[in-house]
């Protein structure tokens, strides 16, 4: 393992910065720990439908969780200015105040078995950066350890979510087919 320093500076978005350095790195890792403030915080609370969006002078709490090529996936709690404690799942749009310092640890050489895959995987998604429910399908296929692709898009309705190649619909479709069991089969087991 080798930690990396990242500091971020005012305005980052947290969850853009980690995405980018776990993709520029093409590797597996995690955060070690994390001191700073934010500007806005947007967060996916457990059974809402869209992200709770916090503004003002928010300082950071926690933020743990994976860093991969493909993605992120990582949970933040925070203090309002009423000392106030909130927290879940980190989307994108939260946003560093004055500055942030996160200490990464990346994983050296091959990324771990239960995150290797000897075939092609047979989901692939189309995401867009911002997109709560792409972040949302993200975060359910890797929970859920399913290997996938993600290809990223600009226009069209996302997320797109394919199986062996037959589109099956966007996260409502997602969620709709991990209810009835039938992403089973495309889990990957270690």
Same mark, same amino acid.
């Given at each position: 393992?080798?930690?990396?320093?990242?500091? #971020?500076?005012?305005?980052?978005?947290?969850?853009?910065?980690?995405?980018?350095?776990?993709?520029?790195?093409?590797?597996?890792?995690?955060?070690?720990?994390?001191?700073?403030?934010?500007?806005?915080?947007?967060?996916?609370?457990?059974?809402?439908?869209?992200?709770?969006?916090?503004?003002?002078?928010?300082?950071?709490?926690?933020?743990?969780?994976?860093?991969?090529?493909?993605?992120?996936?990582?949970?933040?709690?925070?203090?309002?200015?009423?000392?106030?404690?909130?927290?879940?799942?980190?989307?994108?749009?939260?946003?560093?105040?004055?500055?942030?310092?996160? #200490?990464?640890?990346?994983?050296?050489?091959?990324?771990?078995?239960?995150?290797?895959?000897?075939?092609?995987?047979?989901?692939?998604?189309?995401?867009?950066?911002?997109?709560?429910?792409?972040?949302?399908?993200?975060?359910?296929?890797?929970?859920?350890?399913?290997?996938?692709?993600?290809?990223?898009?600009?226009?069209?309705?996302?997320?797109?979510?394919?199986?062996?190649?037959?589109?099956?619909?966007?996260?409502?479709?997602?969620?709709?087919?991990?209810?009835?069991?039938?992403?089973?089969?495309?889990?990957?087991?270690?």
């Amino acid at each position: 393992m080798r930690a990396l320093p990242l500091h #971020l500076q005012a305005g980052s978005d947290v969850h853009r910065s980690l995405a980018e350095l776990a993709a520029a790195h093409g590797t597996h890792g995690f955060v070690l720990s994390v001191v700073g403030n934010l500007s806005q915080a947007a967060f996916q609370c457990p059974g809402q439908t869209a992200p709770t969006v916090l503004r003002g002078e928010l300082e950071i709490i926690t933020l743990q969780g994976t860093l991969a090529p493909e993605g992120v996936h990582l949970h933040l709690s925070l203090s309002d200015g009423n000392c106030q404690v909130w927290g879940g799942h980190l989307e994108p749009g939260t946003l560093v105040l004055k500055g942030a310092d996160v #200490l990464v640890g990346l994983l050296e050489g091959a990324p771990p078995a239960a995150a290797a895959t000897a075939a092609e995987p047979r989901v692939e998604i189309v995401v867009a950066a911002g997109c709560p429910y792409s972040a949302r399908a993200l975060r359910m296929l890797r929970t859920l350890s399913i290997p996938h692709t993600v290809q990223h898009s600009a226009q069209g309705p996302v997320p797109q979510v394919f199986i062996d190649g037959v589109m099956v619909g966007g996260y409502d479709a997602l969620a709709d087919l991990h209810g009835r069991g039938e992403l089973e089969p495309l889990r990957r087991h270690s």
